[in-house]
């Protein structure tokens, strides 16, 4: 799979959100989207997965530039975590995943659902016949991303998916979206770098809406810091001064 985006533009009124993205990525690619809260990377995915659309600009998948509405055929191709996934709640975690592989009539889904969760709930025999509305956050969290890979996406668009796991959980996430991501073109944000550092073959940056760095991890830190966070910062706040926070506890009123 080969995606294209050109001059993608999104206003919402008179505020422009993101301003001539342009970019070229292929399979194997694993995007780490990475922006100051409301730089536009939530905009960026919706318009990725077709729930927004563009001001101006263009998507192009496999040479065919994608109009209003996607095909399905294209919709299929995508699996998608953004805003925390919409479950079920008075399902099982297998019955939620078996509805979701009807949706895509995958045939004999039960050992692929078997094995994802399996791998991302360590708890999944004590859960098993619990309605995921007695799940943790995070146990929600990681059904929402096996119903994602259930379907084998091509393109793997994920909002923060390792919002809400502990660390355990989260290398566990990291290491099947590792292994996932020779078969995909995968977008993925995150405001915990360490795992971006651990995920990312390439690095999208956006700030006050226009992109500052688009290319290969290696590219990016290349005579930066070596730690992804400061050479974040050394990018996107050079100046930045430690803020007087004597306030906070000082008694006088402010
Ligand atoms: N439907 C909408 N209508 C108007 N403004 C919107 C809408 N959706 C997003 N915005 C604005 O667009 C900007 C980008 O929001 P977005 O959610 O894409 O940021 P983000 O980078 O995902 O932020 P965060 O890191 O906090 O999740 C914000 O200023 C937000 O207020």
Not at 16 to 28: F, K, M, N, S, Y
Not at 128 to 154: D, F, I
Not at 207 to 213: L, P, S, T
Request: charged share 20%; glycine share 6%.
């Amino acid at each position: 799979m080969e995606l294209e985006l050109r001059n993608l533009t999104k206003s919402f009124g008179p505020k422009t959100v993101l301003r001539d993205l342009t970019l070229r990525a292929e399979t194997g690619y694993c995007v780490g989207v990475v922006g100051r809260n409301g730089a536009g990377k939530s905009t960026l995915f919706n318009l990725l997965v077709n729930v927004l659309l563009p001001t101006s600009g263009s998507i192009i998948l496999d040479g065919q530039e994608l109009g209003e509405t996607f095909p399905l055929a294209v919709k299929r191709r995508i699996g998608a975590l953004i805003n925390q996934g919409h479950l079920v709640e008075q399902l099982t975690a297998e019955e939620y995943l078996q509805f979701v592989a009807r949706i895509y009539e995958l045939p004999e889904a039960a050992p692929r659902i078997a094995s994802l969760l399996g791998h991302l709930l360590e708890e999944f025999e004590q859960v098993r016949h619990k309605q995921l509305s007695a799940y943790s956050t995070g146990m929600k969290q990681k059904v929402a991303l096996a119903a994602c890979l259930l379907h084998r996406p091509e393109l793997l668009i994920l909002d923060e998916p390792l919002n809400g796991l502990d660390v355990f959980s989260a290398e566990r996430m990291l290491a099947l979206l590792t292994s996932y991501r020779p078969q995909a073109l995968t977008f993925i944000s995150s405001h915990n770098l360490a795992h971006l550092e651990q995920v990312a073959t390439h690095l999208l940056i956006i700030d006050e809406a226009e992109v500052k760095f688009w290319g290969t991890r290696a590219e990016f830190m290349a005579g930066r810091e070596t730690i992804l966070s400061d050479a974040l910062l050394q990018l996107l706040a050079p100046t930045t001064s430690t803020h007087d926070l004597t306030w906070l506890t000082s008694q006088t009123a402010s």
